[in-house]
Nanobody, 119 residues
Framework: QVQLVESGGGLVQAGGSLRLSCGMSGSIRSINAVGWYRQAPGKQRELVAELPSDGDAVYVESVKGRFTIARDNAKNTVNLQMNSLKPEDTAVYYC?????????????WGQGTQVTVSS
């Protein structure tokens, strides 16, 4: 059983910063990629940032230069540092991991954490 648990969301004023963290636990053999997605009210879930195990991070255009994704292999966590936040960044943010367990390979999701940016 794999679990992804996010933390760090909250309410912040425009221009402020937040750091999201996602802890991954369970029978994880290897991790192919980790990422953060978000879903605003009335909109589809969209990719924010993704970090493959063997490549460079990719970001949605709207967050380039403001957000940074990083993985801590020792702690099995993936973080999203969000700076210069804008009201349009308001959404529920979900952690994602594509990984292998002893039984299967698949994509796992956290429960989501709310980020609200006030103007």
């Amino acid at each position: 059983q794999v679990q992804l648990v996010e933390s760090g969301g909250g309410l912040v004023q425009a221009g402020g910063s937040l750091r999201l963290s996602c802890g991954m636990s369970g029978s994880i053999r290897s991790i192919n990629a980790v990422g953060w997605y978000r879903q605003a009210p009335g909109k589809q879930r969209e990719l924010v940032a993704e970090l493959p195990s063997d490549g460079d991070a990719v970001y949605v255009e709207s967050v380039k230069g403001r957000f940074t994704i990083a993985r801590d292999n020792a702690k099995n966590t993936v973080n999203l540092q969000m700076n210069s936040l804008k009201p349009e960044d308001t959404a529920v943010y979900y952690c994602m991991a594509n990984l292998k367990t002893p039984m299967k390979s698949g994509t796992y999701w956290g429960q989501g954490t709310q980020v609200t940016v006030s103007s």
